[in-house]
């Protein structure tokens, strides 16, 4: 199956497909990862959009299609993929129907994760990761069972994300709703849409998404 996860930053999208890669083989495609990887390593495209990322606005267009169709071309999936803050504009959403033809997959499902809007800033101001393995944490919702070590991997080195602060997820925020949730209609007409109550524990919403995939 090749699903879209489409939602508001920190909604969980990214929570919600570890937990799919984890349980169902499938293969994760961030944008915002390989954005974030491209920056690390100091690529001449990580440069350009580190300044962007960092404000919260979106990169452009033909950057993340670009990576997008890069990754499908090169990548094999049985299990499928997750589409994970891509797509976030129409323009996106009409690249991906067409990247996906061509190499003859289709998209199966777009889940929509509804959170509200006190919810993330609540969830976007606390959160930080294991800078080894990706788990999530939270300062308040979610803490590792010893402090600053890492129940999955053991890593101590625990990472928080520059662009969540307070003005870069006004922006973000900005963003989704003027940018990116016109795609609700656009796959909700395409008969694609699957909305889920994304407020709920991870092990509540990732039943959810079972729900539907099964
Ligand atoms: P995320 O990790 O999905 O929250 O993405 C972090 C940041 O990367 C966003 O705030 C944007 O600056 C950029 N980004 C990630 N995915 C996209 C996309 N599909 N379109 C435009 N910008 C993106």
Known sequence: MNIILLGPPGAGKGTQARILVEERGMVQLSTGDMLRAAKTSGTEMGNKVAA??????L???????GLIEEHLATTKSEGGFIFDGFPRTLAQADAL????????????????????????VKRISGRYTCGNCGEGYHDDLKQPK??????????????RRAD?????LKTRLMAYY??????IGYYYAKGDLEPINGLGEIDEVAQAIRAILD
Request: proline residues 2%; glycine residues 8%; contains cysteine.
């Open 52 to 57: 962007v990322m960092e404000a919260g606005e």
């Open 59 to 65: 990169v452009t267009d033909e950057i993340v299609i």
């Open 97 to 120: 129907g067409e990247l996906l033809a061509r190499v003859n997959l289709k998209l199966d499902a777009v889940i929509e994760m509804r959170v509200e809007d006190d919810a993330l």
């Open 146 to 159: 010893a402090e600053g070590v890492c129940d999955v991997c053991g890593g101590t080195d625990m990472v």
């Open 164 to 168: 969540d602060n307070e003005d870069a």
């Open 178 to 183: 003027r940018d990116t949730s016109p795609l």
